[in-house]
Structures are given as C-alpha cells and as structure tokens.
Nanobody
Framework: QVQLVESGGGSVQAGGSLRLSCAAQ????????MGWFRQAPGKEREGVAT???????TYADSVKGRFTISRDNAKRALYLQMNSLKPEDTAMYYC????????????????????WGKGTLVTISS
C-alpha cells in the first residue's frame, strides 16, 4: 500500500519561496514515477512536475524556471522547491506516485496506477 504525506505548505508573499516535502510510507520503489499536482479553488487538479526513475523531470509551462522537483530515494522522499511564487500558485498541492508509469510529460505521468497524498495548502498573497 502506498501512503504519501505532504508537508511544507504555508502562506508567503508573492516573490517568496517554499519547499514542499512528501514522505512515502509503505510501498516505495525508486523505479516509479512521482510528481506534484495542485488544485486551486474552483479549478481542476493540474499536473505541476514529475520525476521518473532516471531522474528525468518535466514541468507544467506555468512553473518552468521557478519550480524544481527532486527526490531522495534513500529517504523515500519527494520535494518541490518553489521560487518566485505568484498569487496564481495558490492551491492545495498533492504528492503523487505513479506506479508502473511508462512516461511523463508536461507535469503528467501516463499508464500507471496513481496514488495521492491528502495535500498541503499553499497561499500566496500579493
């Protein structure tokens, strides 16, 4: 069973930074793709960033150059460094594991079984 627990959310002013963390409990394999999603109030959940077993990363266009995804397999952890934050980055951020995915692109991974954490709230004020 895959259990994902996010932390690191909070409230910051525009231009600031936050680092989100995700701890994987239970099943974890370095060969699996992992990623971050977000959902703003009244909007659909959208892919933000992904990383695969080879360390290849993908990002949504809206966060390229500002966000960096990374993982530490020894710690069973996933991170999202968010810089130059904007009010439109305000959302609930979710960690995701994509078990058995075949490829990732533009912040999404495909053909895997998805598992989600409960999310951590990020609020950016102008």
């Amino acid at each position: 069973q895959v259990q994902l627990v996010e932390s690191g959310g909070g409230s910051v002013q525009a231009g600031g930074s936050l680092r989100l963390s995700c701890a994987a409990q239970g099943y974890y394999a370095s060969r699996d793709c992992m990623g971050w999603f977000r959902q703003a109030p009244g909007k659909e959940r959208e892919g933000v960033a992904t990383t695969d077993s080879a360390g290849k990363t993908t990002y949504a266009d809206s966060v390229k150059g500002r966000f960096t995804i990374s993982r530490d397999n020894a710690k069973r952890a996933l991170y999202l460094q968010m810089n130059s934050l904007k009010p439109e980055d305000t959302a609930m951020y979710y960690c995701a594991a994509h078990i058995g995915c075949t490829y990732c692109s533009g912040g999404y991974c495909y053909n895997g079984k998805d598992y989600w954490g409960k999310g951590t709230l990020v609020t950016i004020s102008s």
